[in-house]
């Protein structure tokens, strides 16, 4: 049964998604938030710099706050198909569950803290940040960081779909672009000098290639790759994009070689070959005896869950990197995230909506 609250939730989502929010375009749904924080009336409610929204759920005395997150922006491009399909069930549709339903989940928080009639004895900030997906490197959440830093007394991180996981380990992440330059031709009469194309898809035949441990688990993707001029052109430029992660730093670092020795080998005469960074997310950790950790499974335990301990690449490896106290955790659950096909389950939205607010009532 969903509640009147999760409904709310699920409406409101609804609405958000329907803002197309791509990375680094995420200003008219930071707006559509920062009007709605308004309509709470929250206290000291911002947009900074980079375009993350902040709020104020002001508490009652002075102990130390918590922070609660959840990112703005989607995967999907400007004209993308936002169009809503929903059954007594689940509801579909690109960015819903990552991260519309997350970000509503904010205003669920509020309303739920409302509803007990008695305000916590500190503040809780509520943020609605930019930048989590894709090449926006975490840059969002860097600047909540630097802003908050060690005051708070914990960092909670929403995703729409991953309720049941505790997100207590994030993973480390290296992006590179690795570009090809020659000086190219035409593909009979010049058959023969080197091709941007041909070299990139060797290199990159060669990185997939590469032995990567099981344990710790560490991986690549080449995720993008573009470049030439015409079928019948032998190309002067290629570029692909490099995706490395791996749940140990070390693992990380010495992939991260062995690609740049790969690299470093494909230069040969009139062939110039670059690797550029693109995107690098820290990764971090705390205790699974960690209080916070503790608390987010036993909440879970609370609506029914059994909780799951796990590594990611999200909001919090930001927090987690500096050592300070941060979980991720979700809402409900679903399918298909980064894909036309995305959905979530309604029904679950009540669970996760509670075991939100028990983990910030009990961090007071």
């Known amino acids: ?3 009147d609250l999760a409904e709310a939730v699920l409406n409101l989502g609804i609405s958000i998604q329907q803002i197309a929010a791509p990375t680094f375009g995420e200003a008219p749904r930071a707006r559509f938030v920062y009007d709605q924080f ?4 929250l206290s000291q409610i911002s947009i900074d710099s980079p375009g993350n929204v902040v709020a104020c759920l ?10 609660v997150s959840a990112h703005l922006d989607t995967v999907f491009p400007e004209g993308t198909d936002l169009t809503i399909r929903r059954t007594a069930e689940r509801i579909s549709g690109p960015g819903i569950g990552d991260n519309a ?3 509503a989940g904010l205003f669920g928080l509020i309303w739920s803290l409302r509803s007990r009639k008695a305000a916590l004895p500190g503040d809780v900030w509520l943020v609605a940040n930019m930048g989590e997906e894709g090449l926006g490197d975490l840059r969002g959440m860097q600047v909540v ?12 991180v929403l ?3 991953s309720l049941g996981q505790v997100y207590n380990r994030g993973l480390g992440v290296r992006r590179y672009r690795i570009t090809v330059e020659t000086a190219g031709g035409h593909s009979w009469v010049d058959y023969g000098c080197p091709s941007a194309v041909h070299e990139l898809a060797h290199i990159a035949s060669q990185i997939t290639r590469l032995s990567l441990p099981d344990r710790p688990r560490t991986t690549l993707n080449v995720g993008t790759i573009s470049g030439g001029t015409s079928v019948n052109t032998i190309a002067s430029e290629a570029h692909f994009e490099l995706d490395l992660r791996s749940e140990d730093p070390h693992a990380l670092e010495q992939l991260v070689r062995q690609v740049e020795e790969l690299v470093a080998g494909a230069v040969r005469s009139g062939v110039r070959v670059g690797a550029r960074l693109i995107g690098s997310r820290p990764a971090g950790e705390i205790s699974s005896q960690d209080r916070l950790v503790r608390l987010a499974c036993a909440c879970l335990e609370g ?3 059994q909780p799951h301990l796990n590594t990611g690449s999200t909001d919090a490896n930001i927090p987690l990197s500096r050592g300070l106290s941060a979980v991720c955790i979700g809402l409900t659950t679903g399918s298909g995230a980064h894909t036309q096909h995305e959905y979530i389950h309604t029904a679950p ?3 996760g909506m509670a075991q939100l607010t028990a983990l910030v009532e009990g961090l007071f």
């Open 1 to 3: 049964m969903i509640t």
């Open 38 to 41: 308004r309509g709470e009336g």
């Open 58 to 67: 002001p508490g009652r005395g002075r102990a130390r706050p918590v922070v």
């Open 101 to 103: 339903i997350g970000v």
């Open 145 to 156: 960081v630097d802003r908050f830093g060690s005051r708070p007394r914990a960092y909670i």
């Open 159 to 161: 995703e729409g779909m």
């Open 303 to 305: 609506v029914g869950i």
């Open 349 to 351: 939205l009540t669970q």
